[in-house]
């Protein structure tokens, strides 16, 4: 069975860094996509930034074209969010999804969570 092990978040102010990492753990080959997504009470979940594992392809939100940067690890699988300029705006709960191979787009049909990591920017 496939489990997510996110780390990384925490708080930091307008304009710094975080980086946050996914560790797919039981990983049979059978995933292609993997993405971060965030949310804030009240709102709706948004797909942040996604890598497909066999390509390395990426896509990413508009919101954060220019300053996310999503990277894997394959022999582990593990996959890195790298976050600079962080805004206010970025403030969320941040997961990472897996899902079994799709014909989907890259935020879409995620059957893998992991239990989410909280990012804080403060002004």
């Known amino acids: 069975r496939i489990s997510l092990m996110e780390s990384g978040g925490g708080s930091v102010q307008t304009g710094g860094s975080l980086t946050l990492a996914c560790e797919v753990v039981g990983y049979t080959g059978s995933s292609d996509c993997v993405a971060w997504f965030r949310q804030t009470p009240g709102k709706e979940r948004e797909g942040v930034a996604a890598?497909?594992?066999?390509?390395?392809?990426?896509y990413y939100a508009d919101s954060v074209k220019g300053r996310f940067i999503i990277s894997q690890d394959k022999p582990n699988l593990t996959v890195i969010l790298k976050m600079n300029n962080l805004q206010p705006d970025d403030s969320a709960t941040y997961y990472c999804?897996?899902?079994?191979?799709?014909?989907?787009?890259?935020?879409?049909?995620?059957?893998?969570w992991g239990q989410g990591t909280q990012v804080t920017v403060s002004s």
């Open positions: 999804a897996t899902r079994e191979h799709v014909i989907a787009g890259p935020f879409a049909e995620y059957h893998y």
């Open positions: 890598i497909y594992i066999g390509t390395d392809s990426t």
